[in-house]
C-alpha cells in the first residue's frame, strides 16, 4: 500500500514475531513488507484481493480468515506457520491437484509452477491422497502467440484480475457454478478476443501454473535454473528478514 | 468479438428489449433475465440473445455470461464444448440428487400452501398495523426509543447466526452513505418453507417491519427479494406493495421487490448483495460487513423475514388466536418446517419448550406402518437426533449443543437408508457451492463422491475434507457443511460420544 499515508503505524504479531503495520493494511501486506511469508496462490502483486484459494489461511483472533483480505488489526496474534495450519494448506493444494490435470513431468511451467511450488514447500512429496477427479478439459491453440491449457487452470482467477484491472480488457471471465466455475475467454476461443501477449493477463508472472502459454519460449529456461530452482516458493520475502 | 455475432431470434429480440424498458441499469441485470425467461414460456435467454443484451447494455460478453452461469433461475443452458462432453461422466451423481431429495425432503416448494389468504391491508391495518409509522413521523425521540427497545429485548436475526439486530442498526447508523434495508425472503435451505409460510400469510407485517427499519436508520431503499420459485408470494406482494403505496405509508421509501437468482448461496448477505447489483452470485471476503458497506457501498441492513416478522414485538405487537402465525411473537415459540415420513408436512408452529416428537402429532402422525428412526434437525448442516433422543425435552437438547437453525426437521423412518440421508445432505452443498473457493468447490463434490460409492466410509478422508471445510471456507455454506460432515459417524448408527 504505497499510496497509504504514514503516520498511524500499529503492531501486531505473526506466531510471536512483532509485524507493523498502517490503517488499512491487510494481514498479508504487513507481513509481505515485514519478511514473514503467507503461502497464497489466488492473490498476487498488483491485483485486488480476491480471497478465493484460502492457502493463506491463518487463525487471528481465534477466527479463521484469508490474510489476503483480512485488515491487519493492532495488537492482534496471528498464527501462520503452525503444523495444523500448514495440514489444511497442504489439504487444500491437494485438491487443487485432484480436481484438474497436473502432470508436472510433461509441463512446460515445471520449475516456474507455483502450485507445484506450494506442494513442495507444504511437503506434498507424493501423489495425493484425495482420488482424482480427471476432468477433460479443452485446449485452445487458436491464437498466434498465445495457447491455453485449461487442464492445469487453478481458477485463481488472476488472469481475470489482470486482463480486466490493468489491461482494461476483460479477456477472462468465471462462467459456471460450483465444481463446473471455471475460466473462459471473451469469445469462441482466445483468438475471437482481443489478447495480445504484451498483455499484463497473459505475461509470465500472472498465471501461477502452466494454463496460459506463451508459444515458442516454453524451454528457453532451461529445467534445473527455474525460478523455484532457486529455492522454496516465498524465499524472496523471507529473505527480507535477514 | 471479432466474428460477426449469430443473430437473434426475432421473438427473443422482442423480448430483451421489452425487458430493458423497464431499466437498463447494470444493477437490472438478473431482473432482465429473468424476465426473457418468463417471456420465453420458462426457456432462459439464448447464448445469442446474450451477446445481443451485452451490446445493448454495453458490457463484456464475458460479464453477462457469468451472471447468466451463476444463477441457476435465469435457465440459462451453456453450450457444452464437444471435448467437455466427454467429461459427463463427472456428473452422473449431479443428475441422482435432485430426484433423490424430493423423496426424502419432499415438502412445499410450488403454488399455495394452502394457507388462509393473506391479510389484507384494510384487516391489517384494524388491528393496528402501520400505527408504529404515524408514531415515527410525530414524534421525533420515537426512533431512538424504539431503538434501545430492540437492543433491551436482546432481538436477533433469525437468518441461523442469531447476530443483534440492534448492532446492525447501529453499524448502519454509523457509517457513511444513505441506509439501504433489505428482507431477505430467499430461504433455500433443505426441506425449509417458514419464511414462505410468513410472506404468504402476513405480508403487511413484513413490510411494515421493513419500513420502521427504513425509518429508524434514515434509509430510503427497501428491497424484498424473494425466492424465485416463491411465484405465489411473489403475487401477494406485488399487490401488498402496491396497496402500500397508494396508501401514502410509503411516502419518502422505495419499496423494491427483487426476485432471487434461485440458488441457496443468494441468502448470504454479501451474494444477495451482488445480485441486487446485477453481479455474479457468489460471496465476497467480511470486512467490509455489508451494514458498513454493502449495496452500491451504502450501508446495507438485511434480516430475514422471520426476523422482521418477530421485531414487530418491539412496538407491542401481540399475538391473535385467529393469526396463527402471530403466535411467533412469543420468544419461546418455534415455526418448525416438518418434512419425511409425516402424514401432513408443512410448517408447523410450536412451543420450543416441548419435545421433538410432540411435532409428529402437529404434523398428523407417522406415516402409515412407520417405526420412527429419528430426526433430522437443522436442514442441510443439521444434526442427527436418534428416536430415543427426540423423546428429550428441547432446551435439554439445545444445552448439550443442538441448534435449531432455521427450524428444518426431516422425519425419518427406522427403515430409511442413513447413509443416502447423509449423501442427500452432502449432495445439497455440492449442488449448492457456488465454486469461488477451493475448499467448498472441490471438498463438497470429494465428501458426495465418498458417500456414494458403496464401500465401507473412507472416515480418516471425511475428517480431513470437513476440517479444511469447516476451517477455510469462504463462507458459511462451505463451513456448515464442513461441520456436518464432522457429525457423519453419527449417521451410522454409532451413537456420537
Redesign the interface.
Known amino acids: 500500500m504505497s499510496g497509504t499515508k504514514r503516520e498511524t503505524g500499529f503492531t501486531f504479531t505473526i506466531d510471536g514475531v512483532e509485524v507493523k503495520a498502517y490503517a488499512g493494511m491487510t494481514i498479508m501486506e504487513a507481513a509481505d513488507e515485514a519478511g514473514v511469508y503467507i503461502p497464497r496462490l489466488c492473490d498476487h502483486e498488483g491485483l485486488r484481493?480476491q480471497?478465493?484459494?484460502?492457502?493463506c489461511?491463518v487463525k487471528a483472533g481465534g477466527r479463521?480468515v484469508?490474510a489476503c483480505?483480512?485488515?491487519a488489526a493492532p495488537g492482534q496474534a496471528v498464527e501462520n506457520e503452525t503444523a495444523r495450519l500448514n495440514k489444511?494448506r497442504r489439504?487444500?493444494v491437494e485438491?487443487?491437484f485432484?480436481?484438474g490435470n497436473h502432470l508436472c513431468p510433461i509441463c512446460e511451467a515445471s520449475g516456474n509452477c507455483e502450485l507445484q511450488a506450494m506442494a513442495y514447500r507444504l511437503d506434498m512429496t507424493e501423489a495425493t491422497?484425495?482420488?482424482y477427479?480427471e476432468?477433460?478439459?479443452?485446449?485452445d491453440a487458436s491464437h498466434p502467440d498465445i495457447a491455453l491449457d485449461t487442464n492445469r487452470c487453478?481458477?485463481c482467477g488472476r488472469c481475470i484480475r489482470a486482463s480486466q484491472d490493468v489491461d482494461g480488457k476483460?479477456?477472462?471471465?468465471?462462467?459456471?457454478?460450483?465444481?463446473?466455475?471455471r475460466v473462459?475467454?471473451?469469445?469462441?476461443n482466445l483468438?475471437?478476443?482481443d489478447a495480445e501477449v504484451s498483455d499484463h493477463a497473459i505475461s509470465k508472472e500472472v498465471c501461477p501454473v502452466g494454463c496460459i502459454i506463451r508459444k515458442r519460449v516454453g524451454f528457453v529456461t532451461p529445467i534445473g535454473e527455474r525460478e523455484f530452482d532457486k529455492g522454496l516458493i516465498g524465499h524472496e520475502i523471507e529473505e527480507k528478514r535477514k | 468479438m471479432r466474428n460477426p455475432p449469430e443473430l437473434v431470434d426475432e421473438r427473443e429480440r422482442r423480448a430483451i428489449q421489452d425487458a430493458l424498458a423497464s431499466g437498463r441499469q447494470r444493477d437490472r441485470l438478473l431482473e432482465i433475465l429473468l424476465d426473457v425467461r418468463d417471456a420465453k414460456g420458462g426457456i432462459g435467454i439464448s447464448k445469442s440473445g446474450l451477446m445481443f443484451l451485452a451490446e445493448q447494455l454495453r458490457l463484456y460478453p464475458a460479464e453477462v455470461y457469468e451472471v447468466a452461469t451463476t444463477y441457476p433461475s435465469t435457465k440459462f443452458v451453456s453450450p457444452t464444448p464437444a471435448v467437455e462432453k466427454a467429461a459427463t461422466d463427472l456428473d452422473s451423481e449431479w443428475r441422482v440428487a435432485p430426484a433423490k431429495s424430493a423423496s426424502f425432503f419432499g415438502g412445499l416448494v410450488d403454488g399455495s400452501n394452502g394457507s388462509t389468504p393473506p391479510r389484507s391491508l384494510a384487516d391489517y391495518r384494524e388491528s393496528g398495523g402501520y400505527e408504529i409509522l404515524h408514531i415515527l413521523k410525530s414524534d421525533p425521540t420515537a426512533a431512538d426509543d424504539l431503538m434501545q427497545k430492540v437492543a433491551a429485548l436482546n432481538l436477533k436475526g433469525r437468518a441461523g447466526a442469531g447476530f443483534p439486530v440492534a448492532r446492525k442498526w447501529k453499524q448502519a447508523k454509523r457509517s457513511a452513505g444513505t441506509p439501504v434495508v433489505v428482507v431477505n425472503g430467499n430461504e433455500g435451505e433443505l426441506g425449509v418453507f417458514k419464511d414462505r409460510f410468513i410472506l404468504e400469510n402476513e405480508p403487511h407485517a413484513i413490510i411494515e417491519a421493513a419500513l420502521v427499519v427504513a425509518h429508524v436508520t434514515g434509509a430510503d431503499h427497501v428491497f424484498i427479494y424473494l425466492q424465485d420459485e416463491y411465484k405465489f408470494a411473489q403475487s401477494i406482494f406485488a399487490k401488498a406493495v402496491a396497496e402500500t403505496m397508494q396508501a401514502g405509508l410509503a411516502e419518502t421509501v422505495t419499496l423494491d421487490l427483487r426476485r432471487s437468482g434461485g440458488a441457496y448461496i443468494c441468502g448470504e448477505e454479501t451474494t444477495l448483495i451482488a445480485s441486487l447489483e446485477g453481479r455474479a452470485g457468489r460471496p465476497t471476503e467480511r470486512p467490509p460487513y455489508p451494514s458498513e458497506m454493502g449495496y452500491k457501498g451504502r450501508p446495507t441492513i438485511v434480516h430475514n423475514v422471520e426476523t422482521f416478522f418477530r421485531l414487530r414485538r418491539a412496538w407491542g405487537a401481540q399475538s391473535d388466536v385467529e393469526i396463527p402465525v402471530s403466535r411467533l411473537l412469543d420468544p419461546n415459540t418455534s415455526l418448525f418446517s416438518v418434512t419425511g415420513r409425516v402424514r401432513n408436512p408443512g410448517p408447523k408452529l410450536m412451543s420450543n419448550l416441548l419435545r421433538l416428537v410432540d411435532l409428529l402429532d402437529l404434523a398428523g402422525g407417522l406415516s402409515r406402518g412407520v417405526e420412527l428412526g429419528g430426526m433430522v434437525v437443522g436442514g442441510s448442516c443439521g444434526t442427527l437426533i436418534s428416536a430415543v433422543d427426540c423423546e428429550r425435552p428441547l432446551p435439554d437438547l439445545v444445552q448439550n449443543g443442538l441448534t435449531l437453525g432455521t427450524g428444518g426437521v426431516f422425519v425419518f423412518s427406522s427403515k430409511d437408508d442413513r447413509r443416502a440421508i447423509a449423501f442427500e445432505m452432502a449432495a445439497f452443498a455440492a449442488r449448492e457451492s457456488c465454486g469461488k473457493c477451493g475448499p467448498c468447490r472441490i471438498g463438497s463434490k470429494k465428501a458426495m463422491e465418498t458417500l456414494v460409492s458403496n464401500g465401507p466410509l473412507d472416515t480418516v478422508l471425511i475428517d480431513e475434507l470437513s476440517t479444511v471445510m469447516a476451517e477455510a471456507s469462504l463462507c458459511g455454506l462451505g463451513r456448515n457443511a464442513g461441520r456436518f460432515l464432522k457429525t457423519l459417524p453419527s449417521y451410522f448408527g454409532d451413537p456420537q460420544p
Open positions: 484481493h480471497g478465493s484459494c484460502r492457502v489461511t479463521s484469508s483480505t483480512q485488515p489444511m489439504d487444500l485438491m487443487l485432484h480436481e491422497r484425495f482420488p477427479l476432468p477433460c478439459r479443452a485446449l487453478i481458477s476483460g479477456i477472462f471471465g468465471y462462467v459456471g457454478r460450483g465444481i463446473h466455475r473462459a475467454v471473451n469469445g469462441e483468438a475471437d478476443t
